[in-house]
């Protein structure tokens, strides 16, 4: 997003003002381009956000941190998982307070290729605010994953803790009746955020300014229930996140009386072309949300990358987006018993969209539900935290060319060794692998996928509950983790000095 533009204009500058004198390679006056080519370099700090879990007192929450071996990270690093101060504080409190002892990380990262975990009950758990630093910050990640076992949201919440940001989509919330959804906002920074809430349902924005100038103090998190920012009753509604001033981290979360509940994470930025990769294949109901910002109308192909190849769900052929209006489709049991994923594609000219599913498992009283955003491709590594044994799923995509991906299972959090496999994802399908697992695993694992060649790959993962006679499952999506970053290169050029 726009961050990581200007994050890495604020690399280079750095880099330049720490040597001194330097000066980026370009062309010379022969008119043949001589600039090296950017280095790829470990990130050296990353921030990560998680939501309050839950107001349940029935809540049991557990946080798994996991950072990759990544080579050329720094041999030393350090990094904490705590609690962020109540929006009732002002931000002042324990962290202002020099006679009053430091609260304990919540969770501390180990040394690269080792998860750890930390957990928390009832419905006082906070928010938190991490950040790693040297050989823990590429690609760190951690899972917040709730169980609750009874009452409204009832079930299993997962959400793949963010990074702070400027912008953010959620469709596929909703002020229906038997939903509550509120979306959560965390600052990690030390000066206020201030930031913009807007809702658009069926016929457009709804009006509202109890969603405006919305200011969030500095190490706070706040939550707010979206029919207090509108009395309109919608079943799908898109949200949509803009910061004025510093960042945040935020995440939905979806609560139903009748089919529990699940984190609504952003989807991917606008785009004319979509994945939502990953459908549970023994989905008994999938609604497809959409929404485009601009002034543009968009039509698209809807089509499902299935074990054997693209297809076209019959009588869902196409789905008209109209401008700055939400869109639901009921795609029913579209991945009838096999693995899926969507692709949307547009029929003629390309309009930039958001979307996002929601998925139902089970019938009767034993319904869960969770969602499954537009996805960014894996990239060069994409990791996932607190997978179990016999409760995990893994689902690869590859709706364009064929791929090669790698996947790694870390040791357990309590013990165990770490295991990898190699997948070949033929074009145009989605496949739910027998993933990697340690052997004589104790505890959770992380996964770690790697595109080894070919096409961009999609992935996400799917966590089961403990409980059989429930259908209790949340689904998380593997984007890039940003371990990486490039840097310019950079040559010394004493002449500057004589200019």
């Not at 839950?54 to 071996?69: G, I, Q």
């Not at 959560?184 to 069926?202: F, Q």
Request: proline share 7%; hydrophobic share 35%.
């Amino acid at each position: 997003m726009k961050r990581t533009t200007l994050s890495l204009i604020a690399c280079a500058t750095a880099l330049a003002a720490v040597t001194g004198f330097a000066a980026v390679s370009a062309p010379d006056g022969s008119g043949t381009d001589t600039a090296a080519p950017a280095a790829r370099l470990p990130v050296e700090r990353t921030s990560l956000l998680c939501p309050a879990p839950s107001t349940s007192d029935l809540a049991e929450t557990a946080y798994t941190s996991f950072t990759p071996v990544t080579k050329g990270a720094d041999e030393k690093g350090d990094g904490e998982l705590a609690t962020a101060e109540t929006a009732e504080d002002g931000g002042k409190g324990a962290k202002d307070d020099k006679d009053e002892k430091k609260e304990k990380p919540v969770v501390q990262p180990k040394a690269p290729g080792t998860p750890v975990t930390g957990k928390t009950t009832g419905a006082d758990a906070p928010a938190l605010i991490g950040t790693a630093e040297g050989g823990t910050a590429p690609g760190w990640t951690v899972q917040q994953t709730t169980e609750v076992a009874a009452g409204t949201g009832r079930g299993l919440q997962g959400v793949n803790c963010t990074a702070p940001d400027t912008e953010f989509w959620f469709p596929g919330a909703s002020t229906a009746t038997g939903r509550t959804d509120y979306v959560h906002l965390t600052n990690p920074d030390d000066s206020a955020a201030v930031v913009d809430i807007e809702l658009y349902g069926k016929d457009g924005a709804l009006k509202s300014t109890v969603g405006e100038g919305v200011t969030v103090p500095p190490h706070t998190s706040e939550s707010l229930l979206l029919s207090t920012l509108s009395e309109v009753k919608e079943t799908d509604l898109t949200v949509h996140v803009g910061v004025r001033s510093g960042r945040v981290g935020a995440a939905v979360q979806a609560l139903d009386d009748k089919t529990g509940g699940d984190w609504l994470t952003a989807a991917a930025d606008p785009a004319s072309e979509l994945v939502l990769p990953g459908i549970p294949k023994d989905a008994t109901a999938v609604r497809l949300v959409l929404f485009t910002p601009g002034g543009t109308d968009a039509d698209l192909k809807v089509r499902l990358a299935s074990p054997s190849g693209l297809i076209t769900p019959a009588g869902h052929e196409t789905v008209h987006v109209k401008a700055g209006m939400t869109t639901g489709v009921d795609l029913g049991e579209v991945t009838r018993g096999e693995a899926g994923s969507l692709v949307l594609t547009p029929t003629d000219r390309a309009v930039p969209v958001v979307a996002a599913v929601r998925v139902v498992r089970g019938k009767g009283d034993e319904q869960e539900s969770a969602f499954v955003p537009a996805s960014d491709p894996v990239g060069a590594r994409a990791t996932v935290a607190d997978n179990r044994a016999k409760s995990t799923t893994l689902a690869l995509s590859a709706p364009g060319e064929a791929a090669q991906v790698k996947v790694t299972a870390s040791a357990g959090t309590e013990g165990g060794t770490p295991a990898t496999k190699t997948y070949t994802i033929k074009a145009g399908t989605t496949q739910n692998v027998d993933a990697p697992v340690p052997a004589g695993l104790k505890g959770s694992y992380a996964l770690t996928v790697e595109t080894v060649s070919g096409g961009p790959v999609h992935a996400s993962r799917t966590l089961t509950g403990s409980d059989d006679d429930v259908a209790a499952f949340t689904v998380q999506t593997l984007p890039d983790d940003r371990g990486m970053v490039s840097v310019p290169n950079a040559d010394e050029d004493l002449s500057v000095l004589q200019k």
